[in-house]
């Protein structure tokens, strides 16, 4: 999870879906382009929602949650963001989290965070990204 300027709250690695990419291929590129991170195992997708920013006027946003594993020795980070969006040259500031957590995400993005396996000893960090 990082703090990135823009949002209250914690977040993951996230983004729009550019029209010739699936979600999955999205994920991958937001999650390089956000983190720094470019070795993922094991990713699965966790769920796809529908997500209210606001009521009115209506703004709603398609969402799909994917979790892999990564092997990352540093247990923080920043990273400059890469890629073309508008949070390119953006600083986020990377850590793990422990789970269970009561850290507030911006956007709800913590909204599948329990679906997530607990992990201990520290041998294989999880992480998510959201398109």
Do not use: C, N
């Not at 699936?22 to 993922?40: D, H, M, Q, V």
């Not at 699965?44 to 920013?53: F, G, K, Q, S």
């Amino acid at each position: 999870m990082f703090r990135g300027p823009g949002h209250e709250g914690f977040q993951i690695p996230k983004g729009t879906i550019e029209p010739d990419e699936t979600p999955r291929e999205a994920a991958y590129r937001e999650a390089i382009e956000e983190s720094g991170l470019a070795a993922f195992e094991g990713v699965e997708h966790l769920v796809t929602d529908v997500w209210t920013r606001r009521e009115s006027p209506p703004k709603r946003y398609v969402r799909h949650f994917y979790h892999a594993s990564v092997h990352e020795p540093r247990d923080s980070w920043t990273h400059v963001v890469t890629g073309t969006g508008e949070e390119r040259g953006s600083t986020f500031e990377f850590s793990w989290l422990d789970l269970p957590t009561d850290a507030s995400f911006a956007l709800d993005l913590d909204d599948y965070l329990y679906t997530l396996p607990i992990q201990s000893g520290g041998e294989t960090a999880t992480g998510a990204a959201a398109d």
